[in-house]
């Protein structure tokens, strides 16, 4: 938890003997990652996985195929 106090309200808590004053917590970054971190974690599988099937042998050589077509193209219409 940290402390609710961004400095911007200079004006003191009020405070008595039967209450005393209190600033109001909230969740710190590591307890929304605490809490957030069964779902980052699944998407950065999916993410990963994502990676895993675009870096393959077969679509690097899809993606240079498209690539040398492409080029093939564009040449052709560059010589007319």
Known sequence: MQLDDTGKNPTPLPSSTQKVASLPLRSGLFDQLQQRGDIL???FERIA?????????DMRDQVLQTAKSLQGAADGI???
């Not at 996985?49 to 042998?57: G, P, T, V, W, Y």
């Open 41 to 43: 974690i699944k998407k």
């Open 49 to 57: 996985d994502d990676a895993d099937r675009f870096l393959s042998d």
């Open 78 to 80: 560059l010589l007319c």
